[in-house]
């Protein structure tokens, strides 16, 4: 199979996502032009990024040409838009745009609001991309297409979301309820000051929290654990909501509409959680926080939430 001018690899097996985006490097013209968006991302090290949509086809890999024409290719997405040298970096031999110009350009070309703000958390929670680092990069792309869509999406953001599905879910949670502020995995902790769990979304205010069961916790060993801990969560005083893949709007919208109700009915007296951290407990909800931890601190405290390479 030709990938490029002179260029072959086997047609079998089938290509890995960061194959893909290594056939996809040759089509590049020469310099300023660089592998962007999704695939850019996927390269840096954000490997939620895996290349294929909601319905579950392949996503093309999106080359920024600045100006130069390349021919149209199967697998592939050209965009003419100009792209600066500073903005470019070589990663393991390829050329690709840096995590900020490629966020943003996912959000700006993504087919809706939910993708875009997903990809900006998804870039955020490899720690690629902070709020405030994107607030500075939209703003400088005022005039692009798209960019009202980032603007929007940039409002919606999280940096703690630790999966596509639990940014959807959220995302679906706010449209019911509004403006109404949600934590994403959030620390919960009892009174004398014990970590009693970290929950997917929390609405502290009225004290109902959401988790968001993927098909990695219908394994017996892991449903036990998350029985155990949504009783401790409610023991506390808090109501626990579970949503499962598959969920219609109404699914969901009736299931918070139940929960906020049992919620409103619980009185204050049985509040017996705070999100108060206790001074040995080292935080790591946003990308600064996340940043500022030695090596060994990111493999102990983030490893079970950074999914397989």
């Known amino acids: ?6 260029c072959f690899r086997p047609v ?61 290719r199967c697998g592939v997405a050209v965009s003419e838009e100009r792209v600066g040298a500073h903005q470019l970096v070589e990663v393991r031999g390829l050329r690709v745009t840096d995590a900020l110009r490629s966020t943003v350009y996912e959000m700006r070309h993504s087919p809706s609001l939910a993708g875009a703000v997903e990809a900006a958390d998804m870039a955020a929670t490899s720690d690629l991309v902070s709020r405030d680092e994107l ?25 703690n979301s630790w999966s596509p599905a639990e940014s959807r879910l959220r995302l679906r949670w706010l449209q019911w309820s509004g403006e109404r502020a949600l934590l994403c995995n959030q620390p919960v902790f009892d009174l004398q000051g014990r970590h009693v769990g970290t929950s997917d979304l929390l609405d502290a205010r009225a004290g109902v929290l959401g988790e968001y069961d993927g098909d990695d916790h219908w394994n017996r060993e892991r449903r036990r654990g998350d029985l155990s801990r949504l009783e401790r969560f409610q023991d506390l005083g808090l109501e626990v909501v579970t949503f499962v893949a598959g969920e219609s709007d109404r699914d969901v919208a009736d299931r918070l509409r139940g929960a906020y109700g049992r919620a409103a009915l619980r009185p204050a007296a049985d509040r017996a959680w705070t999100l108060r951290a206790p001074t040995w407990w080292q935080p790591t909800t946003t990308v600064a926080l996340r940043r500022s931890l030695e090596p060994a601190q990111r493999r102990r405290l983030l490893g079970r939430q950074q999914p397989a390479a």
Do not use: K, N
């Open 12 to 72: 079998e097996p089938a290509p890995s996502v960061l194959q893909r985006i290594a056939d996809a490097s040759y089509r590049l013209p020469s310099a300023p032009s660089g592998i962007t968006g999704w695939a850019a991302l996927r390269w840096l090290g954000a490997t939620w990024f895996t290349g294929v949509d909601v319905g579950g086809e392949l996503r093309p890999v999106p080359l920024a040409t600045a100006g130069s024409t390349v021919r149209p």
């Open 135 to 159: 607030a500075v990069a939209v703003a400088a792309h005022r005039a692009w297409t798209g960019v009202e869509q980032a603007r929007r999406a940039l409002a919606l953001m999280a940096e």
């Open 1 to 6: 199979m030709s990938v490029g001018r002179g």
